[in-house]
Nanobody
């Protein structure tokens, strides 16, 4: 299974971006989908997750600004990012869980927020 993430780029503080991530294989049984990010010089951190039923969970740092959504028919997860801050800069990685034991990772897309 390959995950193709897109939507990253350079944006000014206060701006918005929408990331998307599609799984290449439609036959897998997808449970949770979500996003992590890795800022320069820091460990990868959890950002958002969404269950197959649409229940979402967010890191405190992005609550109220980021929204995760998904299209189950397309095995695609989205991350709408509003009111971006310079500290949101980093490489954003999507993941897809298949069942309770398998997790597939995307290659990452770079988001840069300028002040």
């Amino acid at each position: 299974v390959q995950l193709q993430a897109s939507g990253g780029g350079l944006v000014q503080a206060g701006g918005s971006l929408r990331l998307s991530c599609a799984a290449s294989r439609s036959s897998i049984s997808v449970t949770h989908m979500g996003w992590y990010r890795q800022a320069p010089g820091k460990q990868r951190e959890f950002i958002a997750a969404i269950s197959s039923g649409g229940i979402t969970n967010y890191a405190d740092s992005v609550k109220g600004r980021f929204t995760a959504s998904r299209d189950n028919a397309k095995n695609t997860v989205y991350l709408q990012m509003n009111s971006l801050k310079p500290e949101d800069t980093g490489v954003y990685y999507c993941y897809v869980d298949s069942g309770s034991t398998l997790r597939y990772w995307g290659r990452g897309t770079l988001v840069t927020v300028s002040s």
